[in-house]
């Protein structure tokens, strides 16, 4: 049982996990990372889940770190500490595909958080932004990487800069949401269905594809096209390969062994 978070299987191989924090618009303080870091963990090592969908309230998938618990933290105590990096660890370790659905704010590291899933899904509704520059610092969580990205240098350079924030619909226009919606359920169900697609696909393909993509980020295209082939080398050991290649062979559908 968790205080910051709701969990739930509302689709056959799909854990939905709820930010819950409604009086503090979601706000990322430590224990409610720590709850994200062990509710992930369990999910990452659940055989019965294939995908994992994580969004907030209506009114805020997360309006940034906790401002308040921040405010008095001293050079020593974050560098000393490893501040932020364990929040970061919590999504970037999972194997098995995120999508985040993102209604309301999702400011600092709401957006950081946002962006650190591997699919984000938005309502058209929904505020972005990177404000950090108006508290005086700057994205902490992978900010300034992930949305150099997702929408270009320049761009993101003004959202950093300035600390305007942009709509859910200009994160469509400009790429970083893969899908916008009209209204926040609508965004969840779409999440919801699209989690659940991948949930039903061979597990160990799956797992395969969202780490050779993550690999694009991190590698030139030459390293990056040779570490695919040999990922996709590799899959010709699978049980699924068979079963997929075969099945298509005897016009059947494939029945996934979900090694
Ligand atoms: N931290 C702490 N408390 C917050 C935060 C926050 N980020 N955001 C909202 N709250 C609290 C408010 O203090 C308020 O509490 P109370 O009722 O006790 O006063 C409650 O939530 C409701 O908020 P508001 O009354 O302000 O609601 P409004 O509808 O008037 O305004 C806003 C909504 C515009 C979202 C406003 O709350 C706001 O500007 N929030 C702060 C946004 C912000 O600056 N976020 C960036 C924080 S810095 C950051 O994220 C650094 C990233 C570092 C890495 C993070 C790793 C993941």
């Known amino acids: 049982s968790y205080e910051f978070l709701k969990l739930s299987t509302p689709k056959e191989g799909v854990a939905l996990v709820t930010l819950h924090r409604p009086k503090a618009l979601n706000a990322l303080c430590t224990p409610l990372f720590k709850e994200l870091h ?116 320049s761009r993101a350079m003004e959202v950093i800069l300035t600390g305007e924030n942009f709509s859910g619909k200009q994160a469509g226009e400009w790429g970083l949401a893969a899908k916008v919606f009209e209204t926040p359920e609508e965004c969840v169900e779409g999440a919801l269905g699209t989690a659940e697609k991948i949930a039903r696909l061979s597990r160990v393909a799956v797992k395969a594809a969202k780490e050779v993509v993550n690999k694009s980020q991190d590698l030139g295209l030459r390293e990056g096209v040779e570490f695919e082939r040999r990922v996709f080398h590799g899959l010709f050991g699978s049980r699924d390969q068979k079963i997929g290649m075969g099945a298509f062979a005897k016009k059947e559908k494939p029945e996934w062994s979900h090694e």
């Open 38 to 153: 062990t509710a992930l963990a369990s999910l990452d090592a659940d055989r019965s889940i294939g995908a994992i969908v994580i969004t907030g309230s209506e009114r805020a998938f997360a309006a940034g770190a906790d401002i308040k618990e921040m405010k008095d933290l001293t050079f020593s105590a974050a560098y000393s500490g490893d501040f932020i990096e364990l929040w970061s660890a919590a999504v970037a370790q999972v194997k098995k595909p995120i999508i985040t659905a993102v209604n309301g704010y999702a400011l600092g590291g709401g957006c950081e958080l946002a962006m650190m899933g591997d699919i984000l899904y938005c309502s058209a509704g929904a505020t972005f932004g990177q404000p950090e520059i108006k508290l005086g610092t700057i994205p902490g969580a992978g900010g300034s990487q992930r949305l150099t990205r997702a929408i270009g240098k």
